[in-house]
C-alpha cells in the first residue's frame, strides 16, 4: 500500500486506538471519583460519568459492527492475513464494552435513593410527629390486613379438607353413619393426630453421584422424598437413611401394591379413572404419558449439562422416522393422477431437452457465521457441528431437509464459521452455499434453520444430537414478492421450532432494561446466525429450473442434480417408442443415483472426477462436455466410480 493510502481495515485499526484511548482515559476517571469520597459534588459528576459510559459504549458498538461488515474484496490492496486482524479489532473492541459494562454497573444511579433525597429537600417527607402517627395507623391497617387474611385463609384450608375427606371417602368405598355433630365437634382433635404423608419413587436406572451432595442409587431403588427444587434436581433419602440430590428425570412414582394387584384389577382401575370426571384422566393421560418417556436431553438438562434453550434436534428426528424428507424422495420424478404420466417432469421437443419449470421463488444462500453459541458441559464430546435446512410454515415441513457442516476455531468453542470457497479437497457437506426452490402460496412460508451439535457422553459412550436453537426466515415480504439480495443477522431461539418464546440461554436474558449500558452489551451477547441470500445468476437459473418445483440442496452437487433430471427426461419421455407402455426400463444409474445424493463422499468423487476430466480436455472437449452431451458423461463417470 502505497504510503500515505488506507484501506477500510487501516481505517478501522485508527478507530479502535481512538475508542481505546478515550474509553482508558475515561475509566482511569471513573476509578479516580469512584475512590474519593471527598470530592465535592460527587453524585452529580458519578451520573455525569456513567452517562459518558453509555455514549462510548454506543460509540464502540457501532464501531464493532463496521468492523465486522469489512471484507477483503473492499481493500484497495492485497493485505496479509487480513482475517487475522479483523478478528483482533472485534476482540479489542468488545474488552473495550465488557470493561465499560463493569464500569457502568458500578456507576448505575439508585433511582430510589435519588427520589428519597429529592423529597428531602423539597420537605415533603413531613415533621417526626406526623411520621409517627402515619405509621402507627399504617402498622394498625396492616395488621386488620393480615387478620383478615388470615381468616380468609383458614376458610379455605378448611373447605379443602373437607374435599379431600369426602375424595378419601369415595375412594376408600367406607360407609360413614353420618353424626354431623360429633363430626363437626371432633375435628380439632383428627387434626392434631394427622401425619405426613411419605412420597416414595422408583430409580428407573442406576445414578453415580458426581458431587458431595449428590445422591448414589442402583436401578430399582425406594427413594424416599424430602424436597424439591425448581431445577429438577429432588432431595431424597435411600433406605440406609443417607439423603442428597438425585435428577428428578431418574424417577418414577412407586406403587407399593404392584406386586399383589392382578392385571384384571389394574384395567377395572384404569377404566373407572379414565371414566371418573373427578379424576380428568381422559384429557391428561397422553400428557402423562409423553412426561414419562424421559429423553436423552432430557437427562442432559437435569445434569446441567446443556443450557436449558437446548432440545433434541426437531428435524433429525424427522429424518429417523422415514424417508418422506429425503433428498431421494423430492428429486424422484411423481406421476399423474392419472398414473399415464408425470406431473413434475417434461420434454421440450424443439431444443430436445427436459423442459423448465419456474417457480415462485429460488434463492442462493450463503452461511456465513454462527455467533455467541452456547457451549455444553462436561461430560460430552463434541462430534459434530452442523446446521439442518429445509422449508417450513411454522407448523409442518414442506422441503426435504439437508445438512451443512461448521467449523469451530475460536478458542471459546462460541463461533461456527463456514467454507465458502469450493475446492475438489473440500467436501461438500462444509460448503457454505445451498438453494431453494419454492412454488406454493403457504402463508409463513420460509427457511428453517436448525443448529445442530452430534455428541458422544464420556460414560455410557451413547451417541446423540440435539438443537442449540433455530431461525426462520420468511422467503416472501410482507407485501408477497420474495426476498431480494441482502445480508441478513438474525437471533437464534432456542426450543423447538414449534415453541415461541424461548431463551437458548436464559441468563443472557432478552428482556428490556432500564439500564442503556447492559441492554446494549445484553444485545451482543444473544446468539445469533449471520448468512447472505443473493438471487441465482443466469448459468445457475438454468440449471435450477430443470429440478423440481419444491427443493434444497447443496450448490457444489447443482451441476449433477441438473444432469439426473436431463437423463430422467430423455429415457422416460424422449427415448420411448410408446409413452403408455409399463415395461421396465434396465437403468442402474436411475435407479442409484437419487440414494448416491445423500452420500457425501461418494457425490466429492463424481465431482472431482467431473472437474478432473473437464480439466485435462481440449477446449473443443470441454465445449461439448458441457453443452452436448454433458448428462451422458456424468452417467459414464457414475458408473465408473
Known amino acids: 500500500m502505497p504510503k500515505g493510502s488506507s484501506g477500510p481495515l487501516k481505517d478501522a485499526q485508527d478507530a479502535v486506538i481512538v475508542i481505546k484511548k478515550k474509553a482508558e482515559e475515561l475509566l482511569s476517571e471513573c476509578t479516580c471519583i469512584l475512590e474519593d469520597s471527598t470530592i465535592d459534588s460527587r453524585p452529580s459528576k458519578l451520573k455525569d460519568l456513567y452517562q459518558r459510559c453509555v455514549d462510548t459504549g454506543k ?101 379443602e379438607e373437607e374435599e379431600e375427606t369426602e375424595e378419601e371417602t369415595e375412594d376408600e368405598g367406607v360407609e360413614t353413619d353420618g353424626n354431623e355433630e360429633n363430626d363437626e365437634g371432633g375435628s ?9 404423608k411419605i412420597i416414595q419413587y422408583q430409580a428407573l436406572s442406576a445414578f453415580d453421584g458426581e458431587q458431595e451432595d449428590d445422591l448414589s442409587f442402583a436401578e430399582g431403588d425406594i427413594l424416599t422424598l424430602i424436597g424439591i427444587r425448581e431445577d429438577g ?43 371418573s370426571p373427578r379424576s380428568g384422566k381422559v384429557l391428561w393421560s397422553s400428557i402423562k404419558k409423553a412426561v414419562k418417556e424421559t429423553s436423552a436431553t432430557d437427562v442432559l438438562h437435569a445434569m446441567g449439562a446443556l443450557p436449558s434453550g437446548f432440545r433434541a434436534s426437531t428435524l433429525s428426528k424427522i429424518l429417523q422416522e422415514g424417508d418422506d424428507y429425503t433428498m431421494v424422495n423430492f428429486l424422484s420424478p411423481k406421476l399423474s393422477t392419472s398414473n399415464l404420466s408425470y406431473k413434475d417432469l417434461f420434454f421440450n421437443p424443439t431444443s430436445n431437452k427436459i423442459r423448465s419449470r419456474p417457480v415462485r421463488v429460488q434463492r442462493v444462500i450463503t452461511l456465513q457465521a454462527c455467533r455467541q453459541i452456547p457451549t455444553p458441559g462436561t461430560g460430552l464430546t ?98 408477497g414478492t420474495p426476498i431480494a439480495n441482502k445480508s441478513f443477522d438474525l437471533m437464534v431461539n ?9 431463551e437458548v440461554d436464559p441468563t443472557i436474558s432478552r428482556r428490556a432494561t432500564s439500564n442503556p449500558l447492559k441492554s446494549l452489551m445484553s444485545k451482543n451477547k ?12 443466469k448459468e445457475q437459473k438454468d440449471l435450477l429450473d430443470t429440478l423440481p418445483e419444491v427443493l434444497i440442496g447443496n450448490m457444489a452437487n447443482l451441476t449433477h442434480l441438473s444432469f439426473y433430471r436431463q437423463i430422467l427426461a430423455d429415457v422416460l419421455l424422449r427415448d420411448k417408442i410408446e409413452l403408455n407402455s409399463t415395461e421396465l426400463i434396465h437403468s442402474p444409474f436411475l435407479t442409484s443415483f437419487p440414494a448416491v445424493t445423500e452420500q457425501p463422499d461418494l457425490m466429492d468423487a463424481v465431482r472431482v472426477t467431473w472437474n478432473e476430466k473437464v480439466r485435462i480436455s481440449k477446449k473443443a472437449d470441454k465445449l461439448y462436455s458441457w453443452k452436448s452431451a454433458s448428462p451422458h458423461v456424468l452417467l459414464m463417470f457414475f458408473l465408473i466410480i
Not at 380439632?188 to 405426613?196: H, L, M, S, Y
Not at 434436581?233 to 412414582?253: A, F, H, M, N, R
Not at 432456542?494 to 424461548?502: F, L
Not at 444473544?526 to 445468476?537: D, E, G, I, N, S
Request: with cysteine; glycine share 6%.
Open 382 to 479: 463434541i462430534l459434530s457441528r452442523h446446521i439442518r435446512m429445509c422449508l417450513f410454515d411454522g407448523k409442518k415441513v414442506l422441503s426435504n431437509i439437508i445438512a451443512l457442516r461448521a467449523q469451530c476455531t475460536d478458542k471459546e468453542q462460541r463461533t461456527w464459521t463456514f467454507q465458502s470457497k469450493l475446492t475438489d479437497a473440500l467436501s461438500s457437506l462444509d460448503f457454505s452455499d445451498f438453494f431453494i426452490r419454492c412454488s406454493g402460496s403457504e402463508a409463513n412460508v420460509g427457511i428453517l434453520f436448525e443448529l445442530c451439535i452430534s455428541y458422544k457422553r464420556q460414560k455410557t459412550d451413547e451417541e446423540s444430537e440435539f438443537s442449540c436453537g433455530w431461525v426462520h426466515l420468511p422467503v416472501f415480504n410482507e407485501d
Open 233 to 275: 434436581w429432588w432431595e431424597c433419602e435411600d433406605k440406609d437413611g443417607k439423603s442428597g440430590l438425585v435428577p428428578s428425570t431418574y424417577l418414577q412414582q412407586y406403587n407399593k401394591y404392584k406386586d399383589i394387584q392382578t392385571p384384571e384389577t389394574e384395567e377395572d382401575d384404569d377404566d373407572d379413572e379414565m371414566t
Open 59 to 159: 460509540e464502540t458498538e457501532e464501531l464493532l459492527q463496521t468492523v465486522e461488515k469489512l471484507n477483503k474484496k473492499n481493500e484497495s490492496t492485497k493485505v496479509k492475513d487480513f482475517a487475522g486482524k479483523k478478528i483482533n479489532e472485534i476482540k479489542s473492541l468488545q474488552e473495550v464494552m465488557d470493561k465499560l459494562e463493569i464500569m457502568g454497573d458500578k456507576l448505575e444511579p439508585d433511582e430510589v435513593e435519588d427520589e428519597y433525597y429529592k423529597k428531602v429537600n423539597n420537605n415533603e417527607l413531613g415533621t417526626d410527629d406526623e411520621a409517627t402517627e402515619e405509621g402507627e395507623e399504617s402498622v394498625e391497617d396492616e395488621e386488620d390486613f393480615y387478620k383478615d387474611d388470615d381468616e380468609e385463609y383458614e376458610d379455605e384450608e378448611d373447605v
Open 188 to 196: 380439632g382433635e383428627n387434626d392434631d393426630e394427622k401425619t405426613p
Open 494 to 502: 432456542g426450543g423447538t421450532p414449534y415453541e415461541k418464546g424461548v
Open 526 to 537: 444473544q446468539p445469533r446466525l449471520v448468512f447472505k441470500v443473493a438471487v441465482p445468476t
